[in-house]
């Protein structure tokens, strides 16, 4: 059964819509890539799906045991948070904030997954160091081991590697795609399209065209074809 | 140090000591949120705003100022904070409008209606606080400490939660914190802190009360915790030793504290240039 079903769905800003009827679903342990062109509403599709704002028609149903505040979220990096004094530990921790509801401190269960959820990430040895002096793939690493904290099924990342260098890129995807091996779905945007298709089990492809299936299908597929000759076209 | 021990037998000293620390205290705790949510400046737009407040009921010839004051200054800090969220007006723009217009509004009606003699001496000691907390009675400084014990008491049961708004809002929010009642309660917390401090420093210092001791602690300090204590324990002392100051040399307490607050900022942040390359 799927964990995320979205049927009908029509999203936009100010009642102008950006993507019209659009369907998929998403299966634990899947690796959904969500990729298409700037402005295509990616981003507006994951504020979606985390709830941060209403479809403008459709639904989006979670199913099979997951709740909506049960998905862990790594959002681009903002401003705010490049000279935010905190260190490793506190941002990690703050991951389980949702668990504790309106209790004021932490217990012992969630510093422990918080700790464990470091080690994962292997940062241990940052605990104590402070944020902003990290190099962008630390960062991004601490900034997933939160979201480890929120959840154990799912995670959203909106675009992971922007930014990293290459090497650390690959590191990246491979963290992540170990994650997805040990059972958390996967949704993922990206520009990316190399990658998507390297690491992922699924596509979706939004834009004028909409594309929704496996890897494979979308080699093969129209739409595919019709955006690397658009891509192509834009840089002749 | 026999002058200092003369005046602390005086009872208004020693209110007016009280009064200081506790509002040093409360301003420190919310200065490091607002500091980084980019909002250094909503206490100097405020604070014009209870300025305004306080001249629309001085007019009114309301007995208690407060009863007027600490409504409308509220509302404004939700509004603000509002609009911090919202793209249309940006926080910083909103804060200075809010924060001019109040200010001609308070000095307008002032002008029009007064009927004080000394009407710029009147504007002048709201603005800077001039004697006031030297004037304090019983009640208010009873009233200062509950407020202020209530404050804290917010902001330790509320620490975590208000750490992880302040990091990341979409992401607290995304994973079912309630983060629009925590900004709420942030607001109405900041304006509460700078009614009470208006009378110590009046309208034009509180930002400093606001800003210094976080920035300061953030040269010094990495993470969340240790800077806020940090800001708490230095805003203290500062407003010790500046009322201290003030008394002995007989110079205006607030602009006497906020000249201490100067100095700890910049100790700070040689300490934190020098501390970190040895």
């Known amino acids: 059964m799927a964990i995320i079903t979205a049927e009908h769905l029509t999203l936009g800003y100010d009642s102008q819509a950006i993507i019209k009827d659009l369907h998929f679903s998403v299966n634990a342990g899947d690796y959904l890539c969500i990729v298409g062109a700037n402005g295509s509403g990616k981003s507006t599709l994951m504020k979606t799906l985390l709830s941060l704002q209403p479809p403008m028609s459709g639904t989006i149903r979670f199913g099979d045991g997951l709740k909506q505040n049960e998905i862990g979220y790594l959002p681009q990096q903002t401003v705010v948070q490049r000279d935010f004094p905190a260190s490793v530990r506190e941002i990690v921790l703050s991951g389980c904030q949702a668990r504790c509801g309106l209790r004021p401190f932490y217990n012992k269960e969630e510093k422990a997954l918080a700790e464990q959820n470091m080690e994962r990430m292997s940062i241990t040895h940052l605990a104590d160091r402070c944020y902003r002096e990290l190099s962008g793939g630390q960062q991004q690493r601490v900034l997933l081991a939160r979201a480890l904290c929120a959840t154990r099924k799912v995670l959203l990342l909106d675009e992971p590697v922007s930014g990293l260098d290459p090497k650390v890129t690959a590191e990246m995807y491979q963290l992540i795609k170990d994650l997805n091996k040990e059972g958390i779905t996967i949704i993922m945007i990206s520009h990316d399209i190399d990658a998507a298709l390297n690491y992922s089990s699924h596509i979706l492809h939004i834009g004028e065209h909409i594309f929704f299936g496996t890897r494979d299908q979308y080699l093969h597929s129209k739409t595919r074809r019709m955006f690397l000759e658009e891509e192509k076209g834009g840089e002749a | ?278």
């Open chain 2, 1 to 278: 140090m026999d002058k200092i021990g003369l005046y602390l037998q005086y009872p208004f000293v020693r209110y007016a000591l009280i009064v200081g620390v506790l509002i040093a205290l409360c301003s420190s705790l919310l200065g490091v949120t607002l500091v980084l949510k980019r909002f250094s400046f909503i206490g100097d737009g405020l604070s014009h705003v209870a300025f305004g407040a306080m001249s629309i009921a001085a007019v009114l010839n309301l007995t208690n100022h407060m009863l007027l004051v600490l409504p409308i200054t509220v509302l404004s800090a939700i509004l603000l904070l509002r609009t911090g969220q919202n793209t249309k007006i940006k926080g910083d723009a909103a804060i200075a409008m809010i924060s001019v217009g109040a200010l001609a509004f308070g000095y307008l009606i002032m002008n029009i209606f007064s009927t004080s003699s000394n009407l710029s001496g009147d504007v002048c000691s709201t603005l800077f606080g001039s004697t006031s907390i030297l004037t304090l009675s019983i009640w208010e400084v009873v009233l200062c400490i509950v407020l202020s014990l209530a404050v804290v008491v917010i902001f330790v049961l509320f620490y975590h939660k208000i750490f992880a708004v302040t990091f990341d809002e979409s992401f607290a929010k995304a994973t079912g914190i309630k983060a629009d009642q925590y900004n709420l309660l942030i607001a109405v917390v900041i304006a509460v802190i700078i009614v009470l401090a208006m009378n110590l420093v009046g309208s034009l210092l509180i930002s400093a009360l606001v800003i210094f001791p976080a920035l300061s602690a953030m040269r010094m300090f990495g993470s969340f915790r240790a800077v806020t204590i940090c800001s708490a324990v230095l805003s203290v002392i500062c407003a010790f030793l500046g009322i201290m100051i003030s008394i002995v040399a007989g110079t205006p307490v607030g602009s006497t504290i906020v000249a201490v607050d100067v100095a700890a900022f910049a100790i700070c942040y040689v300490i934190g240039r020098f501390g970190k390359k040895a």
